[in-house]
T-cell receptor
């Protein structure tokens, strides 16, 4: 079945460092891919999405490119801030209009000043 | 701009008790979902609903019951709570089941079962 694998955390970076969080997926067909962010004590918020191969999703300085050849959707940011400290989830929506998302296990990011 | 609200935010109960977690959304979204979040497992789908009176099992439905008599509400009931159901529960909604549509999440209910 469909699945999502994220790099294990926690990831600890200094402010202004470059961020990469790896995400790979297994799915039949052409899934849509998402990154969600969860700040402490809150629910998940959509960060960005890509719905077809080679699409690049971007928001708040974060980017991710849908790479079908490597089945990946890595999250990147050029210069992280303390306020980016959160848990990041990669997710996919498979083929068919079921509405269901499959999530990776989440990666905790801690940014130190 | 109420969005999606969950209640209670925190709940402590004992094993064997029945507990109901509430979820209410103001967007008239067709689809609603219940997830549990546990360390090392990410979010796992418990139940989902495509419309009022239509519900289906997700990945981990055992021990849970849902209903959807109205579009805006999607309560989750633990009929006889067990310690393994201690978790953070999230409700989510989306307008339709289309693959390019995101889900919108509530702030969660932290449930502890003693």
């Amino acid at each position: 079945g469909d699945s999502v694998t994220q790099m294990e955390g926690p990831v600890t970076l200094s402010e202004e460092a470059f961020l990469t969080i790896n995400c790979t997926y297994t799915a039949t067909g052409y899934p849509s891919l998402f990154w969600y962010v969860q700040y402490p004590g809150e629910g998940l918020q959509l960060l960005l999405k890509a719905t077809k191969a080679d699409d690049k999703g971007s928001n708040k300085g974060f980017e991710a490119t849908y790479r079908k050849e490597t089945t990946s959707f890595h999250l990147e940011k050029g210069s992280v801030q303390v306020s980016d400290s959160a848990v990041y989830f990669c997710a996919l929506h498979g083929s068919g209009n079921t509405g269901k998302l499959i999530f990776g296990q989440g990666t905790t990011l801690q940014v130190k000043p | 701009d109420a969005g999606i609200t969950q209640s209670p935010r925190y709940k402590i109960t004992e094993t064997g008790r029945q507990v109901t977690l509430m979820c209410h959304q103001t967007w008239s979204h067709s689809y609603m979902f219940w997830y549990r979040q546990d360390l090392g497992h990410g979010l796992r789908l418990i139940y989902y609903s495509a419309a009022a009176d239509i519900t289906d099992k997700g990945e981990v439905p055992d021990g849970y019951v849902v209903s959807r008599s109205k579009t805006e509400n999607f309560p989750l009931t633990l009929e006889s709570a067990t310690r393994s159901q201690t978790s953070v529960y999230f409700c989510a909604s989306s307008a339709q089941g289309l693959s390019n549509q995101p889900q919108h999440f509530g702030d969660g209910t932290r449930l502890s079962i003693l």
